[in-house]
């Protein structure tokens, strides 16, 4: 049945519009705010993952010069490039025989020179890499739910 | 009007929900499509991930002062971008072949290698590049770009010569202790580690490198691996007394024009190997070298990887087996006729001669091997094999060099064995043993009976942790008073032999060895011999022990003769650097009585 009622008013039609920009205009700032916060953050984990990769490649060619810097410390102290020098500098053979110019002496507590180390002693445990991060924390919502649909279980692969 | 209005809306409305649900269904087909889902994974692949390789570096390794035997080195590699080479070989040549010294006519060729995307983009000129070439190159880079400021001025550039950074292994001391280090090629990565510490420890050494998917989305947490360096290796030899022995050996070589020599020197207290020398020699860094330099009869590293009869050296152990058994002592009196025989087959003394009656001293002084003959009759087969087996001799040692060898002994029971075995191998012929073996052996008449796991590493440093090696015993072949007894007659038999051996003031017991060399389809051959010593001091408290072998020296083929010296020079120039005071100064150090001149012969407590 047919309602014959009717509105005793009506609202303007300025009004009606006026409500209708006012609902789009909340949809779009809503929808504006959660995109700029997305791209926020997405800018400034872009950006932190960057810096990671350049403090990688600074800290890769640190190491490299270390290990470089390691072997030319190697090289001025290598046996024949010190012999060549104290030659140089004027230094002779100790006459080992000769007490005047060699002696022994006891010096209590004293183990000749060497590496000396303070690090713990154990075990030198073999080479092997395991991720930390939880499988949870490296996949993307995407990947998560796609694993989910496809395998109908939550993956707790280790990443590499 | 207004129903006409409603109806047309109600019709765009269905076409409108129409064309969404063919849309719907025509992007759930394509998301489905196979072709469609490898595009999306490459395209994925190319910009959603980078793969990074990430690497450590090999460990380096040390010797016990800390002095670097080996490392690693920044090198470069020299590659043309072929996009922007194509057309310029000729201008790169002239620039680029003499600062890293290649062959011009290469480079251009290279530089006109045509470019084609995805299948040849860039070419390797060398991997080898020094870091002063580098600078050169970026000189010559700077002149160009100075020169022409305007870039739509310069005709032509460098540009596409380009850079990375590589690392590789280097040897700061070339040769030194070479035989022990081993080598890493290189020049050729995917090769395996070459001999000593480099092979034997490779697995540890060794550098890592892994491919990482690093994901370039910003909503996917990701780190970078850290894979730490590989483990670092400090050696116990001391590189001063490397050095002294490697250029003694080498000058021994020259004056005998011997084929190789070797010398091993010890710690018998602690097993720790302080040098291990041989010559020939190679440069590390020229490490291709030893395709030529060594041969299935003279080895890398003979003093673990070369087994030979040993010879008269041998005597010591036998001699050693016999006082512990009680079958002779220092004063039993063999009376030697010069030939002893054994099943019908004649024993004969080096010299063919006959020694008369001859203390288990005079036996060893002038090595009679009828006097060995026949001590070993009066130990037995079995006991005296059983002895040999607790000397380790026929076992490896377990050091932890590469590629050690042993050879089994011939024991009773089997077919190589009979019984003028017993007799030869009394005065070590008919069985072989490596100097690192016959060290092990040895040893435990240096250290009361007591046989210490020979070990040429001290530490292994991984990560921030240290294990250090403690020195283990291995054995007790026999007594304390045995290995005491057999030391004092030994530093007896060389002082009445006024031994060239003998060491200026400190007093070491010893043995001579001129071992026969067996040469297939031939038998021992004349004039062919292995000259060889072990000597160990000072007599009262033994601080080392040394090994020396000649092999096939030419000027003189006896053991007294070339390895004896050697042997004595070896010690008085390597003493004052294992802190060995002579037996005068160790008196006034650690007793209230300095004598204030040389000691008397009576000074010594003898036995007999």
């Given at each position: 049945m047919k309602s014959k009622n009717q509105s005793a008013y009506r609202l303007a039609p300025w009004r009606k519009q006026m409500k209708r920009i006012l609902t789009i205009l909340m949809g779009t700032f809503i929808a504006a705010g959660v995109t700029m916060v997305y791209l926020s953050i997405s800018e400034r984990m872009t950006d932190v993952k960057l810096r990671i990769q350049l403090l990688q490649e600074e800290r890769a060619d640190y190491s490299r010069q270390i290990a470089d810097l390691t072997t030319d410390e190697g090289i001025l102290t290598a046996y024949k490039a010190m012999q060549q020098r104290a030659e140089q500098a004027g230094f002779t053979d100790i006459d080992f025989t000769d007490e005047d110019e060699f002696a022994y002496v006891i010096v209590d507590g004293y183990t000749g020179t060497g590496i000396n180390t303070e690090a713990p002693v154990q075990d030198a445990p073999r080479i092997e890499y395991v991720s930390l991060v939880k499988p949870e924390y490296t996949q993307s919502l995407q990947e998560w739910l796609y694993k989910r649909i496809t395998t109908g279980i939550e993956s707790y692969e280790v990443s590499n | 009007m207004k129903s006409q209005i409603e109806s047309r809306f109600r019709a765009l409305l269905i076409f409108f929900s129409i064309l969404s649900l063919v849309m719907v269904l025509r992007i759930g087909m394509l998301m489905m499509d196979e072709s469609v889902i490898r595009m999306k994974m490459e395209t994925e692949e190319d910009y959603e991930y980078m793969t990074v390789e990430v690497s450590s570096e090999r460990g380096n390794i040390y010797d016990r002062q800390g002095y670097l035997l080996a490392g690693n080195t920044v090198s470069y590699t020299i590659a043309l971008n072929l996009q922007h080479a194509n057309g310029h070989g000729d201008f790169i040549a002239d620039y680029i072949a003499p600062i890293f010294g290649l062959d011009r006519e290469t480079v251009r060729a290279s530089a006109e290698i045509p470019f084609e995307p995805g299948v040849s983009v860039e070419w390797t000129l060398t991997n080898y590049a020094t870091k002063e070439q580098i600078e050169q190159l970026e000189i010559t880079k700077n002149t160009l770009n100075r020169t022409y400021q305007n870039k739509n001025d310069k005709p032509e550039d460098l540009d596409a010569v380009i850079y990375y950074p590589n690392i590789h292994r280097y040897y700061p001391n070339d040769e030194l202790a070479f035989n022990i280090v081993g080598f890493f090629p290189y020049r050729n990565p995917n090769s395996q580690a070459a001999y000593g510490i480099e092979q034997y420890y490779d697995d540890i050494l060794s550098a890592k490198t892994i491919s990482h998917r690093f994901s370039l989305d910003p909503n996917v947490p990701d780190r970078i691996p850290d894979i730490p360096n590989g483990a670092s290796i400090v050696l116990t030899i001391d590189r001063k007394i490397q050095e002294i022995c490697e250029q003694s050996v080498k000058d021994a070589v020259k004056i005998n024009e011997a084929k190789s020599a070797t010398v091993v020197v010890a710690n018998p207290k602690t097993g720790e190997v302080l040098a291990m020398a041989t010559y020939p020699s190679i440069d590390l860094n020229q490490y291709w070298e030893s395709a030529t330099a060594f041969t299935r009869d003279n080895?890398?590293?003979?003093?673990?990887m070369q087994p030979y009869e040993p010879g008269s050296v041998f005597k010591v152990l036998t001699m050693a087996i016999a006082i512990d058994t009680g079958a002779v002592k220092p004063s039993t009196i063999f009376n030697d006729t010069g030939v002893y025989t054994v099943m019908g087959t004649d024993i004969m003394n080096w010299d063919r001669g006959a020694w008369g009656p001859q203390s288990m001293v005079g036996c060893m002084q002038h090595s009679l091997n009828t006097c060995m003959a026949y001590i070993t009759d009066l130990v037995g087969a079995e006991k005296f094999y059983q002895y040999l087996d607790a000397f380790g001799i026929g076992k490896p040692t377990n050091i932890e060099l590469a590629q050690e060898d042993y050879y089994p002994v011939a024991k009773p029971g089997s077919s190589m064995w009979t019984q003028i075995s017993l007799s030869t191998n009394s005065f070590g012929q008919g069985l072989m043993a490596t100097p690192i073996q016959m060290v092990a052996a040895i040893s435990a008449l240096a250290n009361d009976g007591v046989i210490m796991q020979p070990h040429i590493v001290r530490e292994i440093r991984y990560n921030g942790q240290v294990e250090k090696i403690v020195p283990t015993e291995i054995g007790r072949p026999i007594s304390a008073e045995t290995a005491r007894t057999v030391t004092e007659m030994l530093a007896t038999s060389i002082e009445i032999e006024a031994s060239d051996a003998q060491v200026r003031n400190i007093r070491i017991a010893g043995k001579t060895g001129t071992g026969e060399i067996a040469v297939e389809g031939l038998g021992y051959v004349l004039n062919t011999t292995n000259a060889s010593f072990v000597g160990w001091g000072?007599?009262?408290?033994?601080q080392f022990i040394a090994y020396v072998w000649v092999q096939e020296?030419?000027?003189?083929?006896?053991g007294s003769e070339v390895s004896a010296p050697l042997f004595s020079e070896i010690i008085e120039n390597i003493a004052p650097y294992m802190r060995l005071p002579d037996d005068r100064t160790r008196k006034c150090l650690y007793t209230d009585v300095c004598p204030t001149q040389e000691p008397e012969e009576d000074y010594y407590y003898y036995y007999w």
């Amino acid at each position: 049945m047919k309602s014959k009622n009717q509105s005793a008013y009506r609202l303007a039609p300025w009004r009606k519009q006026m409500k209708r920009i006012l609902t789009i205009l909340m949809g779009t700032f809503i929808a504006a705010g959660v995109t700029m916060v997305y791209l926020s953050i997405s800018e400034r984990m872009t950006d932190v993952k960057l810096r990671i990769q350049l403090l990688q490649e600074e800290r890769a060619d640190y190491s490299r010069q270390i290990a470089d810097l390691t072997t030319d410390e190697g090289i001025l102290t290598a046996y024949k490039a010190m012999q060549q020098r104290a030659e140089q500098a004027g230094f002779t053979d100790i006459d080992f025989t000769d007490e005047d110019e060699f002696a022994y002496v006891i010096v209590d507590g004293y183990t000749g020179t060497g590496i000396n180390t303070e690090a713990p002693v154990q075990d030198a445990p073999r080479i092997e890499y395991v991720s930390l991060v939880k499988p949870e924390y490296t996949q993307s919502l995407q990947e998560w739910l796609y694993k989910r649909i496809t395998t109908g279980i939550e993956s707790y692969e280790v990443s590499n | 009007m207004k129903s006409q209005i409603e109806s047309r809306f109600r019709a765009l409305l269905i076409f409108f929900s129409i064309l969404s649900l063919v849309m719907v269904l025509r992007i759930g087909m394509l998301m489905m499509d196979e072709s469609v889902i490898r595009m999306k994974m490459e395209t994925e692949e190319d910009y959603e991930y980078m793969t990074v390789e990430v690497s450590s570096e090999r460990g380096n390794i040390y010797d016990r002062q800390g002095y670097l035997l080996a490392g690693n080195t920044v090198s470069y590699t020299i590659a043309l971008n072929l996009q922007h080479a194509n057309g310029h070989g000729d201008f790169i040549a002239d620039y680029i072949a003499p600062i890293f010294g290649l062959d011009r006519e290469t480079v251009r060729a290279s530089a006109e290698i045509p470019f084609e995307p995805g299948v040849s983009v860039e070419w390797t000129l060398t991997n080898y590049a020094t870091k002063e070439q580098i600078e050169q190159l970026e000189i010559t880079k700077n002149t160009l770009n100075r020169t022409y400021q305007n870039k739509n001025d310069k005709p032509e550039d460098l540009d596409a010569v380009i850079y990375y950074p590589n690392i590789h292994r280097y040897y700061p001391n070339d040769e030194l202790a070479f035989n022990i280090v081993g080598f890493f090629p290189y020049r050729n990565p995917n090769s395996q580690a070459a001999y000593g510490i480099e092979q034997y420890y490779d697995d540890i050494l060794s550098a890592k490198t892994i491919s990482h998917r690093f994901s370039l989305d910003p909503n996917v947490p990701d780190r970078i691996p850290d894979i730490p360096n590989g483990a670092s290796i400090v050696l116990t030899i001391d590189r001063k007394i490397q050095e002294i022995c490697e250029q003694s050996v080498k000058d021994a070589v020259k004056i005998n024009e011997a084929k190789s020599a070797t010398v091993v020197v010890a710690n018998p207290k602690t097993g720790e190997v302080l040098a291990m020398a041989t010559y020939p020699s190679i440069d590390l860094n020229q490490y291709w070298e030893s395709a030529t330099a060594f041969t299935r009869d003279n080895k890398f590293n003979p003093a673990v990887m070369q087994p030979y009869e040993p010879g008269s050296v041998f005597k010591v152990l036998t001699m050693a087996i016999a006082i512990d058994t009680g079958a002779v002592k220092p004063s039993t009196i063999f009376n030697d006729t010069g030939v002893y025989t054994v099943m019908g087959t004649d024993i004969m003394n080096w010299d063919r001669g006959a020694w008369g009656p001859q203390s288990m001293v005079g036996c060893m002084q002038h090595s009679l091997n009828t006097c060995m003959a026949y001590i070993t009759d009066l130990v037995g087969a079995e006991k005296f094999y059983q002895y040999l087996d607790a000397f380790g001799i026929g076992k490896p040692t377990n050091i932890e060099l590469a590629q050690e060898d042993y050879y089994p002994v011939a024991k009773p029971g089997s077919s190589m064995w009979t019984q003028i075995s017993l007799s030869t191998n009394s005065f070590g012929q008919g069985l072989m043993a490596t100097p690192i073996q016959m060290v092990a052996a040895i040893s435990a008449l240096a250290n009361d009976g007591v046989i210490m796991q020979p070990h040429i590493v001290r530490e292994i440093r991984y990560n921030g942790q240290v294990e250090k090696i403690v020195p283990t015993e291995i054995g007790r072949p026999i007594s304390a008073e045995t290995a005491r007894t057999v030391t004092e007659m030994l530093a007896t038999s060389i002082e009445i032999e006024a031994s060239d051996a003998q060491v200026r003031n400190i007093r070491i017991a010893g043995k001579t060895g001129t071992g026969e060399i067996a040469v297939e389809g031939l038998g021992y051959v004349l004039n062919t011999t292995n000259a060889s010593f072990v000597g160990w001091g000072p007599a009262d408290d033994p601080q080392f022990i040394a090994y020396v072998w000649v092999q096939e020296p030419t000027h003189s083929i006896w053991g007294s003769e070339v390895s004896a010296p050697l042997f004595s020079e070896i010690i008085e120039n390597i003493a004052p650097y294992m802190r060995l005071p002579d037996d005068r100064t160790r008196k006034c150090l650690y007793t209230d009585v300095c004598p204030t001149q040389e000691p008397e012969e009576d000074y010594y407590y003898y036995y007999w």
